[in-house]
């Protein structure tokens, strides 16, 4: 079984401060984790992923998470926003090998707002 | 390259219609997942599909709601007899064969309100 909580509905941060939206996980495999972002009537795009190799993560945007394990997190950051980034942030957890490694389960998701 | 195609964008059926979503993987890809938004959810897995063959449908509900994968042409995700609780936003994924199972390309949805 595995499971994510994103523990921000709502994160609103002004243009050029830094992002941290929070995600934990729980799962009984070793797990990899994803974030997608989703713009207004836009589909999911991918933005990293973790798959058991390096803990640090650098994905498009200058968006980067860091798997930490003892803390079950995958948190997901950014020095500096851009108005650009202001969208709606998924966690993502599955099974990082093995059957049905398909089955994504996703958190609630972040709205991030970004003001100028 | 086309992204993941899904039509329509917004579908408006009353109480008891049928509600049809279609999509269209990306070229080359020949698995298909369905997820669901409900309102201030996380999108929650539906069913695999392969070319012909449901692989796993244990995300569905157990009534009124079916999916297939012709040999040709899109995905079909079937609700019959809609309820106002069936009003989600609806999500198709693809990938491509042989490869990793969790990399799925999203398309961009389909809003069903059912008045």
């Known amino acids: 079984a595995q499971s994510v909580t994103q523990l921000d509905s709502h994160v609103s941060v002004s243009e050029g401060t830094p992002v941290l939206l929070r995600c934990n996980y729980s799962s009984s495999y070793s797990p990899s984790l994803f974030w997608y972002v989703q713009h207004p009537n836009k589909g999911l795009q991918l933005l990293l992923k973790y798959t058991s190799a390096a803990t640090l993560v650098k994905g498009i945007n200058g968006f980067e998470a860091e798997f930490k394990k003892s803390e079950t997190s995958f948190h997901l950051t950014k020095p500096s926003a851009h108005m650009s980034d202001a969208a709606e942030y998924f966690c993502v957890v599955t099974k990082g090998s093995g059957g049905s490694n398909y089955k994504l389960t996703f958190g609630k998701g972040t709205l991030l707002t970004v003001n100028p | 390259n086309a992204g993941v195609m899904q039509n329509p964008r917004h579908l408006v059926r009353r109480r008891g219609q049928e509600a049809r979503l279609r999509c269209s993987p990306m070229?080359?890809?020949?698995?298909v997942y369905w997820y669901r938004q409900l309102p201030e959810e996380g999108l929650k897995f539906m069913v695999y599909l392969q070319k012909e063959n449901i692989i796993d449908e244990s995300g569905m509900p157990k009534e009124r709601f079916s999916a297939e994968f012709p040999k040709e042409g899109p995905s079909i995700l079937r609700i019959q007899q809609v309820v106002r609780g069936d009003s989600a936003a609806y999500f198709c994924?693809?990938?491509?064969?042989?490869?990793?199972?969790?990399?799925?390309?999203f398309g961009p949805g389909t809003r069903l309100t059912v008045t």
């Open positions: 994924a693809s990938s491509p064969p042989g490869g990793l199972g969790y990399e799925q390309y």
């Open positions: 070229k080359g890809h020949s698995h």
